[in-house]
Nanobody
Framework: QVQLVESGGGLVQPGGSLRLSCAAS????????MGWYRQAPGKQRELVAT???????NYADSMKGRFTISKDNRKNTVYLQMSSLKPEDTAVYYC?????????WGQGTQVTVSS
């Protein structure tokens, strides 16, 4: 079992920045990779950024250059630094952990970009 807890969401003005955190606990030794997804109202959940094998990363095209995923293996934590935020970035952001036998999701953290 793996537990994921996201934090760092909130209300930010267009052009602003936020840093999300996702702390993993439990059977963290089984985690192969972690990543971030988001779901806006009325839309499907979509990839934001994820680590793949080792330290390789994969970003959705619309996030490249604005969002940066990073991690601290000692803390079992993955981060998402978001800059130049736009109203269309408003969504619930979810952390996902990939394990050999399945995936786990966090509860999500709301990000609202509005003036």
């Amino acid at each position: 079992q793996v537990q994921l807890v996201e934090s760092g969401g909130g209300l930010v003005q267009p052009g602003g920045s936020l840093r999300l955190s996702c702390a993993a606990s439990g059977s963290t030794f089984s985690i192969a990779a972690m990543g971030w997804y988001r779901q806006a109202p009325g839309k499907q959940r979509e990839l934001v950024a994820t680590f793949t094998s080792g330290d390789s990363t994969n970003y959705a095209d619309s996030m490249k250059g604005r969002f940066t995923i990073s991690k601290d293996n000692r803390k079992n934590t993955v981060y998402l630094q978001m800059s130049s935020l736009k109203p269309e970035d408003t969504a619930v952001y979810y952390c996902r952990a990939y394990l050999p036998y399945g995936t786990y999701w966090g509860q999500g953290t709301q990000v609202t970009v509005s003036s």
